[in-house]
Every structure is written in C-alpha cells, then in structure tokens.
C-alpha cells in the first residue's frame, strides 16, 4: 500500500512552486511535460500562459520578475522546447534577472540513447545559466526545486534551470517543504565596515566626483533605490546611470547627468572622463559604457559596489571594492556619513558643477525636427509626454529605438524600464511587455520597437489578444535595420549589406488578423491624435510610425575611442577615423 503523503513527482513540482510563491508560469506543453501539465489541470492556484513560442516564455517570464522583483518561472519541454528557451536564459543571465525554468527530459533510462525529443539541455545551458539540475531521483525533486528558486533570487540574481526526466514526474516521492532544507550557497550582503569608512572619506574629499550607478541598484530594489536618491543628495554630487540602470536614481533629479556610455550624454561621458573619484554602485564596467579601456577615466580613483564578487577587477581596475548587496552598504554609507559628519569640499564641487554645465550646454540630445516627416526623436518625447501622468511601464525591442528611448524617456521610479542590456536580443520587448502586463492589469504598458525586431517575435499577438493583454506596441518603422545601417553608414562606407527591410508585413493589417487594433501615422501632425487614440483603446494595440530612415542615434562613442572623442552628430567630421576595435566597443 502506498504511504498516505507519497505523491507523484508532478504533483510534489506543483507544490513546491506554490511554496515558493509563484503565481503564473509562462510555458509550451510537449510530451515530456504531460504529466506536470495534467497535474496543473486539476488546480486553480497556479494560472499558466501559453505562449506561442518558447523563446517568448523566458523574455515574458523575465518581464514579469523585473517589474515586481519576483522570481520569474517558465515550463516547457524536452528538445526543441528546451533548446529554444536558451536566448531567454541567456539574455536573462547577462541582465542578471532571476527565473527558473522547468524542461522536461526523456526519461532516465533514455538519457544519452539519443531518443526522440531529447538534448542534452544540462550541458546546453551550462554556460548561460547561473546554475542547473538534472533530477534523478523523485525524493531530490522537492529539495532541487527550492534550492532552485533560492540560488536565483539570492546574491547576484539570475536563471536556473531544472531539468525533469518523465519517469521522475510520474514517479512517487514525499515532499520537503521550503523550510526543510538548507542551501549551501550563501552570498555575501553586508559590506566591510572598514571598507565602507574609507569609501566615504574617500566620497567626501573628492573635488570631481560622479557616482555611476547600474542595474544592481535596481535589482537589489526600490529600497536600495531610495537609500541611493537619498545619498547622492545628502552629497550634492552628479550621477549617471547605464542602460540598466536606468529609474534607479530619479530622471528629473538635477543632479542627474543622463545615461552614460556608447550612446550616452556628453556630460555624462566627459564627467566620467575627467573625474577624480568614480562611485560604482552595482554596474560592472560593461564595454558600452567605458569604450577603449586604456583611455577609460585615466586619473580617477574608483569604489566599486557589488555583490558579485567576479565583477571586481574584471574589466578595470579598481582602488576600492566592496562586495555585497547595495541596499546594506548604501545604508551603511549614509550612517557613517552621518556619525562622521562628512562635508563636502564646496569649492571644488562648486566649480566642478561650473565644467558639468558647460558640457551640458552642448544639448546633447537636441535634433533637427521636420514638419514634414517623423523624426523618431519626436516620436518617443510625444509617447513619452503624452503618458507620463499614467506612470507606464516601458519595454523596448534592440537597436536605434531601444537608445532613443533611452536617451528621451525620463524614469523617476525603477522597475518601469524593460530592455535587453548585455545580450541585446532583438525579439525582447512584446513578450516581456506581455509579462509585465500579466504582473500589472490595470498599468499602462508600452513596447517600443522596430520593424525589424517586431517580427522576431510577432506571434506573441496571439498571447496577447487570448489573455486580454492590452499591450500597446509602437513600431518605429524606418524600413532599414537602424543600428546595423547607422555602422554601416559611419563605419562601413556607406555598403549597406542586408540592411535594408524592403519588404515587411503591413502591420495594421497584422494586428487586425490577430484581432488586435492596428493604427498608422506618416505625419508628424498625426501623432498625437494616433497616440491619444492607442492608449484610449483598452485592447492590444500595434501603432507603427513612418519614421525618417536616415536619422541616426547621437552622440556616439565610436569603436576604439575614448570617453572624450564622442561624436556629436552626422557634421562632427572631427573624429571619423575608429581606431583599433580590439578593447572599444565591437559591432558583432
């Protein structure tokens, strides 16, 4: 007789991810799966989306946990269906988002037979995943799956995948609850109180500070978030943030400088440049921001925060680290700032902010407009004026629309920001936006895109419409890939190899075939109204916007160049020589 608190592995699975607080599962059943999927059949506590594609489960998963800090969680199954979700996972490892995903597996006995559906997904995502498991035994599976969640959520967030063979589901085993085990892996949160009073003598006797911020401080939470607002005022300093960053520190605060970086303000990459001490706060010197390593703010001292100790010392050498999560040590800062008494050399950050101004003065960010066609600047300020009341969730797709939103969009609050950072994975936006919506009912969410990019994942319409997901989608169509184009024009000599988008779906038209509402605009003086009339629908929408093919994202830090040679725009002819690609910023 079968002991009365045995159940199937299927169901113990079911369980634990109820224990562990998820909610909705984004996932594509298949053979291996059947069984978890017949188990989620029989219950109501954990609402499942079916997606069209298991690339979009991992990026809808991914915005899901981005905007409420939860622990995305993807099902899908063996073979392709595990082997489709790896750009997810992979794009999930590099932005550092915490998922775990579920594959199915053949079952043990078949493993490595090369029986149908199976790929050795294990070993497949080991490179891209923070951590992965093969369960073998059913007794293991309750166990691995909170030990799961926990390596993703703890320290430096990121992806785990568990791995499921069919006859482990169907077996019978006995459930361990979240509180019966213990996990090895402890990363460290607190920081060095040593470490931390230098930092802040440091931070206090600097004469050209800046504090360049990153993802981490978003990652770690709104709490890290408002002890970070809170400490760059109490200094008065200027700070700037990174793509990923971005909503960290708030857009409209005086103090800051923009986003820095290959695309980012000339105030921000010189004050970089010329400072005397760089505070880095949960960013990790990623190649985009700090251009040639060599010219890379040659005479600063630098601390750097984060709570991966790998990051430290990997790409530049730092004077000062401190490993750990950045909402503890930025509490700490500001206490011992306090006990201190520390005071700011006035002076010196006086005249220093008299050189910010300067550099501010160039207006960076300003372009020609035209009555006659849509800029795509324009475009993203009129998106970004007329919706800024609603508080909206912003998600992009990659390349020039992605920097435009970047550069134009202003975010005083963090998790409102969704883009594909470290991986840059055309394809991103509509599923995540579909995550963030599923997350936020009632929120106004927005994915900026391209024409290109929509497509690599435009059969998430279908999620949409089916799940009443009203996700209004921008397209800002300049009939070329935009980013590939702008390299190829300033790079390439103007050789625009497979570039050029001749032929694309009419998207009004597309929409309306998903049962979705399809609007157009071709002139600047139609914007608003198809703006005013896309948040006005309570629907999925797709707005495509005939944008200027010829306008390209500036300034631009070009490859092999410094912080300080930053090309202002397409009559800045200065500098139009790139030096060597070897440590600059790579097109691949």
């Known amino acids: 007789m079968v002991h009365h608190d045995t159940l199937t592995g299927a169901e113990i699975l079911l369980k634990a991810l109820v224990d562990q607080g998820v909610e909705v599962i984004f996932g594509y059943p298949g053979g291996a799966v059947l069984p978890i999927y017949d188990e989620l ?29 939860k622990v995305g969680c993807v099902l899908v199954t063996s073979g392709p269906g595990a082997t489709n979700a790896v750009t997810g996972l992979a794009d999930a490892l590099c932005d550092s988002v915490p998922l775990v995903c579920l594959t199915g597996q053949v079952p043990t006995h078949l493993i490595g037979n090369d029986a149908f559906q199976e790929a050795d997904i294990t070993g497949i995502t080991r490179p891209c995943t923070k951590h ?17 969640f926990h390596v993703a959520r703890s320290g430096r ?4 995948l568990v791995d499921l063979p069919k006859d482990v589901v169907q077996a019978k085993g006995e459930y361990q609850t979240p509180s019966k085990v213990k996990s090895k892996y402890k990363p460290q949160v607190k920081g060095d109180l040593k470490a931390i009073e230098k930092a802040v003598e440091m931070i206090a006797h600097a004469k050209r500070p ?41 857009g409209s605060d005086p103090l800051f400088l923009g986003m820095l970086g290959m695309h980012g303000t000339v105030e921000a990459n010189m004050a ?18 700090t251009g040639k ?28 680290p401190i490993v750990g999560d950045c909402a503890h040590i930025l509490e700490d800062m500001i206490k011992v700032w306090k006990a201190k008494q520390a005071r700011v050399d006035e002076k010196a950050l006086k005249a220093w902010w008299a050189k910010i101004d300067q550099w501010r003065g160039t207006d960076c960010l300003s372009f020609e407009n035209s009555n006659k066609i849509i800029k795509p600047q324009y475009a993203i300020q009129r998106l970004y004026e007329m919706t800024r009341h609603r508080n909206p969730y912003f998600c992009t797709e990659v390349g020039q629309h992605q920097m435009w939103a970047a550069q134009h969009l202003r975010f005083d609050l963090p998790l409102h920001w969704l883009t594909s950072g470290g991986l840059g994975t055309m394809g991103y936006g509509l599923p995540s936006a579909m995550g963030v919506q599923m997350a936020h009912p009632d929120a106004l969410v927005i994915n900026i895109a391209g024409e290109a990019s929509i497509q690599m994942n435009i059969q ?26 702008q390299w190829q024009e300033l790079i390439h000599g103007g050789r625009y190899s497979e570039s050029h ?18 609007l157009r605009a071709e002139k600047p003086s139609e914007v608003d109204g198809a703006i005013k009339e896309m948040i006005a629908v309570d629907r999925p929408v797709i707005l495509e916007l005939r944008t200027d093919a010829s306008e390209n994202v500036f300034p631009m830090i070009m490859p092999g160049m410094a912080h300080n040679e930053m090309v202002l725009g397409p009559e800045d002819k200065g500098r139009d020589k790139p030096g060597s690609e070897q440590d600059g910023m790579v097109l691949v």
């Open 293 to 320: 390593l060599d010219g890379f703010s040659p005479k600063s001292k630098k601390i750097h925060v984060d709570i991966d100790p790998s990051s430290i010392n990997k790409n530049v050498a730092v004077d000062l």
């Open 210 to 250: 800046i504090f360049y911020v990153g993802g981490g401080v978003v990652n770690s939470g709104p709490a890290a978030c408002q002890l970070l607002t809170q400490f760059v005022r109490m200094t008065g300093y200027p700070c700037t943030l990174t793509l990923m960053g971005l909503g960290a520190f708030p």
């Open 460 to 485: 998430e319409m279908a999620t949409l419409v089916q799940h009443r997901l009203p996700v209004k989608i921008v397209i800002l169509n300049n009939q070329y890939l935009g980013m590939v184009r």
């Open 272 to 289: 970089m440049h010329d400072c005397d001490l760089m505070i880095n706060i949960g960013a990790r010197f990623d190649d985009r921001v």
């Open 41 to 69: 059949f029989k219950q109501n506590r954990l609402r499942h989306v079916l997606v069209r594609h298991e690339q979009a489960a991992v990026h809808a998963a991914e915005g899901y946990a981005r905007s409420t800090g």
């Open 501 to 518: 988008m001749i032929h694309h779906p009419d998207f009004v038209k597309l929409a309306e075939a998903f049962g979705a509402v399809g």
């Open 157 to 160: 967030p990121g992806p785990v």
């Open 132 to 148: 992965n498991y093969l369960v073998k035994d059913v007794n293991d599976l309750a166990k691995t799956v909170h030990e799961a």
